[in-house]
């Protein structure tokens, strides 16, 4: 089975409790396990983190640098638009699919979300469908790797 890291950064972990009206009621535990769930099904494992620390995610994007990992899925938070350690630990990683993922609308809101050091390094940006840009994310990553295995 494929490994997929998903990393989720600051304050996603308060989901379901925060900005009810910008990310809805579903929490990110239930992220998770829909997201596993769907996972199964196609064959890909999941491995599901986050943290509100900075360093943690940037030395868990080495694991897939050091190829623990054959894609990775990320939803950096607020750390999108300020972390350039985050874009350069991206930029080391070879031969891996990065999709970056976001469940609101970044364009619809305020104009210093607009600005992703992310994207530029992703495969693709999912963002805007609520709990199900992870499911979406999910199917894109298993499109890469397929196209990229032949």
Same mark, same amino acid.
């Given at each position: 089975?494929?490994?997929?890291?998903? +990393?989720?950064?600051?304050?996603?972990?308060?989901?379901?409790?925060?900005? &009810?009206? *910008?990310?809805?009621?579903? #929490?990110? %535990? !239930? +992220?998770?396990?829909?997201?596993?769930?769907?996972?199964?099904?196609?064959? &890909?494992? *999941?491995?599901?983190?986050? #943290?509100? %620390? !900075?360093?943690?995610?940037?030395?868990?994007?080495?694991?897939?640098?050091?190829?623990?990992?054959?894609?990775?899925?990320?939803?950096?938070?607020?750390?999108?638009?300020?972390?350039?350690?985050?874009?350069?630990?991206?930029?080391?990683?070879?031969?891996?699919?990065?999709?970056?993922?976001?469940?609101?609308?970044?364009?619809?809101?305020?104009?210093?979300?607009?600005?992703?050091?992310?994207?530029?390094?992703?495969?693709?940006?999912?963002?805007?469908?609520?709990?199900?840009?992870?499911?979406?994310?999910?199917?894109?990553?298993?499109?890469?790797?397929?196209?990229?295995?032949?």
């Amino acid at each position: 089975m494929k490994q997929i890291l998903v +990393i989720n950064g600051p304050n996603l972990n308060l989901l379901g409790k925060r900005e &009810l009206e *910008i990310y809805g009621t579903t #929490s990110l %535990e !239930e +992220i998770e396990k829909k997201s596993k769930e769907f996972s199964k099904n196609i064959k &890909l494992n *999941i491995d599901f983190k986050q #943290s509100n %620390e !900075e360093a943690k995610i940037i030395s868990w994007i080495h694991l897939c640098v050091d190829n623990k990992y054959d894609g990775l899925l990320i939803n950096a938070g607020a750390y999108t638009h300020t972390s350039i350690a985050i874009m350069d630990a991206l930029k080391a990683m070879k031969n891996i699919p990065i999709i970056e993922v976001h469940l609101s609308n970044i364009h619809q809101r305020e104009e210093f979300r607009k600005k992703s050091y992310i994207s530029g390094v992703a495969n693709g940006v999912i963002f805007g469908f609520g709990e199900y840009s992870y499911i979406l994310a999910i199917m894109a990553i298993e499109n890469l790797l397929k196209k990229n295995n032949g």
